[in-house]
């Protein structure tokens, strides 16, 4: 638990030294992202200019 925490502090500190930037949090899935934003408002206060967005794999051809 404490490596998550350490995740999420370090995560909230990145995206707070820029609040008025737009912010792109890349997750394994858009849901899990999510998450983290809620954990982090929950846990330190609100952030703002933050989307969550995902890693699409093309398949070869």
């Known amino acids: 638990m404490k ?3 350490t995740f999420l ?3 909230y500190d990145a995206i707070r030294k820029e609040p008025f930037r737009r912010k792109i949090v890349i997750a394994p899935s858009y849901m899990e992202g999510q998450s983290w934003l ?3 408002c ?3 206060g609100p ?3 933050v989307e969550v967005h ?3 794999c093309q398949g070869l051809v």
């Open 38 to 40: 809620m954990r982090i």
């Open 3 to 5: 490596s998550e925490a």
């Open 47 to 49: 952030v703002m200019n």
């Open 42 to 44: 929950r846990a330190f």
């Open 9 to 11: 502090g370090r995560l």
């Open 54 to 56: 995902t890693v699409q």
